[in-house]
């Protein structure tokens, strides 16, 4: 079968880059860690009250880690506070393992300027782990439509 050159030349380009982009992929997966957020477990919407989440909020486990368990409700992210808009405070160089799950519809949890972004089903227990190396004030936005209240539904964590 015949070829003509600039064809060849392209078919060449286009498996190079095709190359290049499987390797990235392996050595963000192999070298740096990068995974895909994956359930942790699953739970009964109905009996999260009798669960770990049933008194949600912030639990310092050693130095600077903390464990955070948050439950999204309708139009507020539930972390042990009784503010619509909780902000949760800690120290700079804290690394803050955030193990959430959903009561009654799809949420999303998503952290400006980091790498955080979760969806909160009903059902599934999703965790994930981040440190915050900067102070400053980073806000928490649900970037999945949940009703007429979802603009509403944020939270911040300030590091000082």
């Known amino acids: 079968m015949h070829i003509d050159r600039l064809e ?3 078919i060449i380009a286009v498996g190079v880059v095709f190359g290049i982009f499987a390797a990235a992929i392996i050595a963000s997966v192999v070298v740096f860690g990068v995974h895909l957020p994956s359930p942790v477990g699953r739970i009964d ?3 999260i009250a009798e669960s770990e989440f049933a008194h949600p909020g912030l639990t310092q486990d050693s130095d600077h880690a903390y464990t955070l368990h948050l439950v999204a409700k309708m139009w507020r992210f539930d972390v042990g506070s009784k503010e619509p808009q909780p902000t949760i405070k800690l120290p ?3 690394k803050l393992t955030i193990i959430a799950t959903s009561l009654d519809v799809t949420h999303g949890f998503y952290i400006e300027q980091h790498d955080v972004n979760m969806m909160l089903l009903p059902g599934q227990i999703s965790e994930v782990v981040v440190t915050f190396n900067k102070p400053g004030v980073y806000h928490i936005i649900c970037h999945e439509y949940c ?3 979802h603009q509403a539904m944020v939270a911040s964590i ?3």
């Open 8 to 10: 060849r030349y392209w």
């Open 45 to 47: 919407p109905a009996k």
């Open 92 to 94: 700079v160089g804290s």
């Open 147 to 149: 009703g007429p209240g």
């Open 158 to 160: 300030e590091i000082s």
